[in-house]
T-cell receptor
Framework: AQSVTQLGSHVSVSEGALVLLRCNYSSSVPPYLFWYVQYPNQGLQLLLK??????LVKGINGFEAEFKKSETSFHLTKPSAHMSDAAEYFC????????????FGAGTRLFVKA | DARVTQTPRHKVTEMGQEVTMRCQPILGHNTVFWYRQTMMQGLELLAYFRNRAPLDDSGMPKDRFSAEMPDATLATLKIQPSEPRDSAVYFC???????????FGQGTRLTVV
């Protein structure tokens, strides 16, 4: 069975500071891993995805994530936070492509202080 | 325009009434997911379909919820009778074996009073 654990339901950073959102997964097969972002009253939007190619994945809005098999982690980072990054972020795992069951973590709400 | 369309966007209903939520997946996608989002439970997978057949509906309360795909362009989620604890945002998403991620609709915000 697949599962995702996001460490920290809330993360607060100052504008310009490093953003680090943590995600650990468990999967019996090589997984596909995703980070989605949700702005208030919106659906989920894909930030980036790992699909067994390069372990360092770059996404939209300056975010990136690194797949570390030895640590079963897929942490999301951004070097410098912007006020517009304030949102909820979800890590997700799927066994394969978008046609397969996708399980989400509990989400991490990112606050950005001026 | 490739997007998942959900209707209605908002629904307020009285306890005991039937609620139907609709989803139009992206053309060509053969997999449809229904998720429910609440503050307490986060994003829960209720059910998902591939090629219109239900693959997994273990997350769905069977006594009052039902999900169907009458055709490839329409998925429905029904609650009958609705209860206040069903108040949540319901998301539909679609995917395929060639698309690497699931694509989400804007959600239906359901309030049962």
């Amino acid at each position: 069975a697949q599962s995702v654990t996001q460490l920290g339901s809330h993360v607060s950073v100052s504008e310009g500071a490093l953003v680090l959102l943590r995600c650990n997964y468990s999967s019996s097969v090589p997984p596909y891993l995703f980070w989605y972002v949700q702005y208030p009253n919106q659906g989920l939007q894909l930030l980036l995805k790992y699909t067994s190619a390069a372990t360092l994945v770059k996404g939209i809005n300056g975010f990136e994530a690194e797949f570390k098999k030895s640590e079963t982690s897929f942490h999301l980072t951004k070097p410098s936070a912007h006020m517009s990054d304030a949102a909820e972020y979800f890590c997700a795992v799927s066994k394969n492509t978008g046609g397969f069951k996708t399980i989400f973590g509990a989400g991490t709400r990112l606050f950005v202080k001026a | 325009d490739a997007r998942v369309t959900q209707t209605p966007r908002h629904k307020v209903t009285e306890m005991g009434q039937e609620v139907t939520m609709r989803c139009q997946p992206i053309l060509g996608h053969n997999t449809v997911f229904w998720y429910r989002q609440t503050m307490m439970q986060g994003l829960e997978l209720l059910a998902y379909f591939r090629n219109r057949a239900p693959l997994d509906d273990s997350g769905m309360p069977k006594d009052r919820f039902s999900a169907e795909m009458p055709d490839a362009t329409l998925a429905t989620l029904k609650i009958q009778p609705s209860e206040p604890r069903d108040s949540a945002v319901y998301f539909c998403a679609s995917g395929s074996e060639t698309a690497t991620e699931a694509f989400f609709g804007q959600g239906t915000r359901l309030t049962v009073v």
